[in-house]
């Protein structure tokens, strides 16, 4: 069985969130709760092209020269912990649900690494950018978790059960040749699944101006992934961005959907033009970050269907036997 948080799938009358929200929201996020209890997949695990591993180190052009002077920086405790847990394989992935609130139901999922540590303890690879960049295992990290990714998406295809799932794509990646040519290898064994992985990189990488990244994306895309843009900031920038390199969705935070600096009506006003361009110019919006009833109110307000947050569920752990057996299968990669 596999269970990833969420639970079956029932349709309900849309009227109700015509209602105040007061009285409806309640219903709207402790059904989704209710679900989460409920559901399981069986599926079977099976063989597919892997990734070869990318050291952080390594260059188109050879290993990176090191200084012959000077004393190597000695790593804090917390980088020096996910170095071993890099090294040791000891990442697994968690799932969030992405919804369609109307009908409240699962579109997709956003796989999110987890980093354990030799005492037990579990680190969210999206809070300690810096300590894994210091750990020099940014890469390794992205390539672990995109295998296991693959290896779960096969797994529920052949149950005919395959939800799309965001993956995420650090700069670092993007911009090893290595990297992208091992990954642009292993899509072609992954023709059957790659519509339903979509690879999401952030909105500062996207505007970056390096080349090498655009070039990426449109491979990636070329090859049958979709794309989208999260960690934005400036929703109208990232709506024109997201039309250069033809990303499908736009991750905007709660914070970068309504403005704050807004009084209500100017604030909704905005939220709809948003909602509308991004439309019209065939990107699809998801705001996450949601984290209150009163955001998930506004959100619906203005016409956006698709939320993500902890209101909804926080990330959710496969089964450990599910868990185990991805990890097994990936240890060749």
């Known amino acids: 069985e596999l269970t990833v948080g969420m639970g079956a799938r029932r349709e ?17 996020v402790d059904d989704v ?20 591993p990318v050291p952080d180190n390594a260059s188109p052009s050879g290993p990176i020269e090191m200084p012959e ?15 071993e847990a890099s090294k040791a394989r000891r990442i697994e992935i968690y799932l969030q649900p992405i919804l369609s609130i109307n009908d409240r139901k699962v579109r997709f999922f956003e796989v999110l690494g987890r980093i354990k540590q030799a005492d037990g303890d579990v680190l969210a690879a999206e809070d300690h950018p810096d300590a894994i960049r210091d750990a020099q295992v940014t890469v390794s990290l992205d390539h672990l978790v995109m295998v296991r990714a693959a290896r779960l998406l096969r797994k529920l295809a052949e149950r005919q059960q395959a939800q799309p799932l965001f993956c995420n794509l ?13 990954l642009a290898k292993a899509a072609n064994g992954l023709r059957d699944v790659a519509p339903y992985m979509i690879i999401e990189v952030d909105h500062a990488s996207v505007t970056s101006g390096d080349p090498a990244i655009r070039a990426a994306l449109r491979q990636f895309s070329g090859l049958g992934f979709r794309i989208s843009i999260d960690k934005v900031h400036n929703a109208e920038q990232a709506i024109a961005n997201a039309r250069e390199i033809d990303a499908a969705f736009i991750k905007l935070p709660y914070s970068a959907f309504f403005d704050a600096g807004l009084n209500e009506a100017d604030a909704r006003a905005r939220a709809g033009t948003i909602q509308s361009v991004a439309r019209d110019s065939g990107q699809t919006i998801i705001v996450d970050r949601i984290e209150r009833r009163d955001q998930l109110s506004k959100v619906v307000s203005v016409g956006t269907n698709l939320g993500q947050g902890y209101l909804f569920s926080e990330p959710k752990p496969l089964l450990p036997q599910v868990a185990a057996e991805v990890a097994e299968e990936s240890a060749a990669a």
């Not at 849309?14 to 219903?27: E, R, V």
């Not at 709760?33 to 070869?52: D, G, K, V, W």
């Open 12 to 28: 309900v009358d849309p009227s109700l969130l015509d209602a105040p929200w007061d009285a409806t929201s309640k219903s709207v």
């Open 69 to 83: 002077f000077g004393t190597p920086r000695a790593l804090d405790p917390i980088a020096e912990g996910i170095r």
């Open 33 to 52: 709760r209710a679900q989460s209890r409920r559901q399981s997949e069986e599926t079977s695990l099976t063989a597919m092209p892997e990734l070869e």
């Open 170 to 182: 650090s700069r670092e990646a993007l911009q090893d040749a290595a990297f992208v040519t091992d």
